[in-house]
């Protein structure tokens, strides 16, 4: 049962242009998200993160928006660059330890 | 800070052996995570530690895994005897637990392939 789920398994979008990668979750008691970034044959790195209390989180050309109400969050990256050509999983968490990934959105960002 | 370390990077074994993973986390963490990515099911955790101390292992796969966190610098992921379905990329992580943030801090994996 995938709590947190990343419907779009790749995704190619033109440099310059704006990236959005959606996640979905179903368990309401999830109040922390997490974005990571992982690139071949290196660990996930944990890259913005959003409290349930709060709708957007911005930094730099990173922005994370959260609906709860459709449990929902997307991670919106303008401008797009060749260097955020990555795999980009959401995880979100309603203990202070335990994190739920999901499967994970391949970003390409093409020249 | 030399971040968290993991060894070995690549493992080739045949099925039936016994498999240890290692990990050292960043020292200051409290947290220590045991994480197996596939294609099919993404990052999974199998097990965490708080303290030293196993909080979680409802994600260890089968009798066949166990972990261990001996002390703070140091933890190991068995498999044996190990089989082929459990080739897959194994992730250790850290973190240091602070209220609601829970930012981890992964290695750099060790990609196990069972023959």
């Known amino acids: 049962d995938q709590q947190v789920k990343q419907n779009s398994p790749s995704l190619s979008v033109q440099e310059g242009r704006i990236s959005i990668l959606n996640c979905d979750y179903t368990n309401s008691m999830f109040d922390y998200f997490l974005w990571y970034k992982k690139y071949p044959a290196e660990g996930p790195t944990f890259l913005i993160s959003i409290s349930s209390i709060k709708d957007k989180n911005e930094d730099g050309r990173f922005t994370v928006f959260l609906n709860k109400s459709a449990k929902h969050l997307s991670l919106h990256i303008v401008p797009s660059q060749p260097g955020d050509s990555a795999v980009y999983f959401c995880?979100?968490?309603?203990?202070?330890?335990?994190?739920?990934f999901g499967t994970g959105t391949r970003l390409q960002v093409t020249l | 800070d030399a971040g968290v370390i993991q060894s070995p990077r690549h493992e080739v074994t045949e099925m039936g052996q016994e498999v240890t993973l290692r990990c050292k986390p960043i020292?200051?963490?409290?947290?220590l995570f045991w994480y197996r990515q596939t294609m099919m099911r993404g990052l999974e955790l199998l097990i965490y530690f708080n303290n030293n101390v196993p909080i979680d292992d409802s994600g260890m796969p089968e009798d066949r895994f166990s972990a261990k966190m001996p002390n703070a610098s140091f933890s190991t992921l068995k498999i044996q005897p190990s089989e082929p379905r459990d080739s897959a990329v194994y992730f250790c992580?850290?973190?240091?637990?602070?209220?609601?943030?829970?930012?981890?801090?992964f290695g750099p994996g060790t990609r196990l392939t069972v023959l």
């Open positions: 995880a979100s968490t309603g203990t202070a330890s335990k994190l739920t």
């Open positions: 992580a850290s973190s240091l637990l602070q209220g609601a943030r829970n930012e981890q801090f």
């Open positions: 020292s200051g963490h409290n947290s």
